[in-house]
């Protein structure tokens, strides 16, 4: 079994900053993309920003420029930096990581997800 526990979330007035963690624990060989989404009341959930295995990144153009995503690969751990964040940026954040374990590749698992709310 493959868990992402996440942490990191909160209430923030606009303009402020969090940073959200995102730990995998279990059978892990290898542990390729992790990324994190978001999910608004009402909309569908969608891609935030995304680290490779050796660091690439991507980013939403919403997003670009005030959050930034990174990974330490000793501790199985993505994090998140959110700054000047905006009401819109009000969600709830889930973890994403794609892992390979011995004998079997490309396992999907999301964390619980963390609220994230800005107030204007």
């Known amino acids: 079994q493959v868990q992402l526990v996440e942490s990191g979330g909160g209430l923030v007035q606009a303009g402020g900053s969090l940073r959200l963690s995102c730990a995998a624990s279990?059978?892990?060989?290898?542990?390729?993309?992790m990324g994190w989404y978001r999910q608004a009341p009402g909309k569908q959930r969608e891609l935030v920003a995304v680290?490779?295995?050796?660091?690439?990144?991507n980013y939403v153009d919403s997003v670009k420029g005030r959050f930034t995503i990174s990974r330490d690969n000793a501790k199985n751990t993505v994090y998140l930096q959110m700054n000047s964040l905006k009401p819109e940026d009000t969600a709830t954040y889930y973890c994403?990581?794609?892992?390979?374990?011995?004998?079997?590749?490309?396992?999907?698992?999301w964390g619980q997800g963390t609220q994230v709310t800005v107030s204007s």
């Open positions: 680290v490779t295995s050796v660091g690439s990144t």
């Open positions: 279990g059978k892990i060989f290898r542990i390729n993309a």
């Open positions: 994403n990581a794609n892992v390979d374990g011995i004998g079997w590749y490309g396992l999907e698992r």
